[in-house]
Structure formats: C-alpha cells, structure tokens
C-alpha cells in the first residue's frame, strides 16, 4: 500500500497550488499525478508518486552521494572478493 | 539515474552482504516495520544472502492486514446498498470479512470499482450526483494525505454525495505496542521510508531514545534495504540506539509539511483498532467533526457493528514479529491467497503472501 514509484516531471499545468498536476514519465508510462504536496517541483525533476500523488521531490544530490558511497563498497569488495571465487577483473 | 536500477546491482548488494558478515560478532534481530520491505527481501532473496547471525522479522506496516473485520462488514453492507457506488484500493477487496468480502459482495450484484486514486472517486462522484459514492480510506501515514486531499476537495466543492471509511492506521504507535511487549525481541528497525517521506523521523527519533533501540530509516530497493541493515548492524555492533536515514533521497526529518497540514486540517488523532492486536490508543485517524457529513461510518450508521476474528489465523503474532507465516499450522494448505484465512495471505503486502508468492513454504 505504501509503494510510491519514481518518475520525471515532464511539464507542469494549473497555478493554483491545490489543483497542480504535472505530466510524469515512469520509464515510457505516462501518467497526470497532483502535486499538491510539492509545490516546489518543477519540469527535470523526479517525483515519487503515490496513489496519484506526488509524496516527494527526489532529492538527486542525495541520490548520487549515496550511489556513489554503494558503488564504492561494491568496488571494494570486489577486489576483496577476486581472489575467492578466482574471478579477477575483467579487462 | 532512474532511481530504480542503479538500486538493483547484483554485486554491489553481494559487497555489501559481505561487509555485513565481517561486521557481525552475534545473533541480532531486525524487523522492517514496513510490508513493502517485506516483499522487496523476500523477492531477491535478500534474507537469504545475509549471515545466520541476523535474522528479520516482518512488521505490522501493512494497512490492509490491520484493518479489522467490522471494519470489511461495514463496507460490504455499505456496498450491498443499491444506490451506492464502492470504491477502494484493489487490495481491499478479496480481505475476509467475518462471513464474505467485497469481491463477493461485487458478484452478488453490488457496484464495487477499483480505483487507483481517491481523487478517482471524486470524479465518479461528480459524474453520478444520483447515486452515493463512498470510498475505502485505507493506509498508514503515506496514503493519508491523499484520502485528507480527497475528503478536503469534496468539501470545498459541496460535493454531497461523497464520504469515506476512514480506516487510517499509524506506524509509531504500532512500533512502541511491539517494543513494550515482555515476549519483544527485536533489537534494531528498518523504518517505513514512504510513511516518513510524509511524516519525517523526529517520531522514531524519540523511540529510538525511549527504548534505546536503533532505527535506520529505509527505501524499498534492494540496496536500500542492505544498506539499512549494515547501518543497523554497525549500531548495534557499536552499543549505539540512534536514528538514521538511510533514504535520503526522498525523506528528511521534517518530513513533507505540505502533506502534514493538509492531515491536520481534515483528520485529528484517535484510538483505532487493528485486526487481531486490538485496540492501540491514538494510533489512527478520523475525519475532524467539521467533515463529518463526509464520514461515511457515521452517514450510515454503521458504528457499532462489530466481529470476532477467526481463531485459526495467527496473524497479529506475525505482524507483531513473533512469529513467522511458516509457523502457522493452516500456512499453505487451509490458507492460501486464493481462499485466505487472514488478511496477510490476502494484500500484496502481507508476509504470509510474501513467503507463499516467493515459495518459502518449507
């Protein structure tokens, strides 16, 4: 009941802020979702949705810290785990 | 970035199991408070990958689970009433009542339609100003705003032929019940990341004070969910009872203040009853009075109908984390999501659903 599916915010419509949607694009989807409740978004950004409804503005720079940190464990222990499974890095 | 993949990277999740393996000295046990982190780590396995020193628990963060049975009585007889249209969330419909569910009531010639938002039930509302429509306000803090949003809109437009169930339930109180039982095991929380994208985290904050229990609040991708336990497991490793956000991207502490004015508006706090734990002191909401005309309980009179739950199911020990779906003797064979005994085999959220769908039948 909780799933709230990510999605970029292709236009805007309606100035009043109770009543704007916005034109969202869930990987090829498209989908009107109100955005009462991010009246900061703005067309480039992501949204997560929520029974038609924007919950959240993704915040893209927290995004990328802590996919960057996650890669970076990955990367450690990949060199950790080479020699286990006899795997090395492919060139 | 489509904040989804990047979330899903096989070997980034097997470092991290590893890094969770050199940090473990000893047995901890971890529940994620929330359903859709239930079936996110029974679908990849994710229980599977992580050392035998951790074991997960399921929490109660499924609303459909604890809405009780008077509650699925009322709606089917609201249904069942000719001029009205019913209309829900697709997972209510197949939860038992005490005698039948909506599904059924829908077979039997009621008009009962799935929607996808509320807001969809407010434009079946403005289509059909002859008929009644009444709609299923079901979920934890997440969907709350949504169904405020619908309620508050009706209002505003003098729409009267609209009201709603208003069945919202609340994590924190939930998470304090499982913390205050004698027979409480769990040492650290996986918190529910979409309920505090709505609400922030200063609850679980004071919880993790309370009880001196860690909590990392958590996304829904796999990544995520390793992520917050390695966090969970340093705290713990650690002697450390604190809270951390670990979905950043979409939750701070504030939480979505927007969305909160719009709860505190249309909802005030009140006792709710979850289906086999019972009563929990404010742990829910109702509509305020100034939006009773929108109450569908109370626009049918439908208050003090009340059912006895089915003593096979063992459901309020599983969504309290004390037992596992596969301990239920009815699990697989009296109970299955096709004829369910309880509403967890039931809702997509359920864990009994989640071991059945991801074969943990042994």
Redesign the interface.
Known sequence: ????V?GRVLSVEGGDP?FRTGNVDF?GVRKTV?L????EVEPGD?V?V????A??R???E??????GY??Q??A???E??APKDGQGDTP | ????D??R?P??A???A??ISHRVTRPWVLMEV???QTHTLMRYGIDELLPKEIELVHGP????CVTPLEMVDRAIRIASLPDVIFTS?G?MLRVPGSQSDLFQASANGADVRIV?????AIKIARANPGRRIVFFG???E??A??NA?AVW?AKREGLRNFSMIVAHVLVPPAMRLILQSPTNRVQGFIG?G??C??MGFQEYEELTKEFRVPIVVGG?EP?DLL?AIAMLVAQLEEGRAEIEN?Y?????YEG?L??QR?LREVFEVSDRKWRGIGSIEDSGYRLRDEYAAYDAERVFGLEDLNAEEPKECISALVLQGLKKPVDCPAFGTRCTPMRPLGAPMV?T?GACAAYYQYRRHA
Do not use: W
Not at chain 1, 1 to 4: E, I, P, R, T, V
Not at chain 2, 61 to 64: A, D, L, Y
Not at chain 2, 116 to 120: A, D, F, V
Not at chain 2, 248 to 252: D, G, Q, W
């Open positions: 009941m909780c799933l709230a990510p109770a990987c109100n009462a409740f991010t009246p992501f997560l929520h029974v038609g409804f919950i959240s993704v915040d893209q927290e995004a990328a810290r802590t996919y996650l890669k464990i990955g450690l222990e990949d950790g785990l | 970035m489509k904040y989804v990047e979330y990277d070997q980034i097997l470092a991290i590893e890094q929330c359903g859709g963060g499924c609303p459909v969330y997972d996808y938002s509320p807001m969809e079901v979920g934890f997440t969907t705003p949504a949003m809109q529910p979409h309920v994208t709505v829904f990544l992520e670990q950043s991207r979409s939750v701070n979505n927007t969305a719009i809702s959220e």
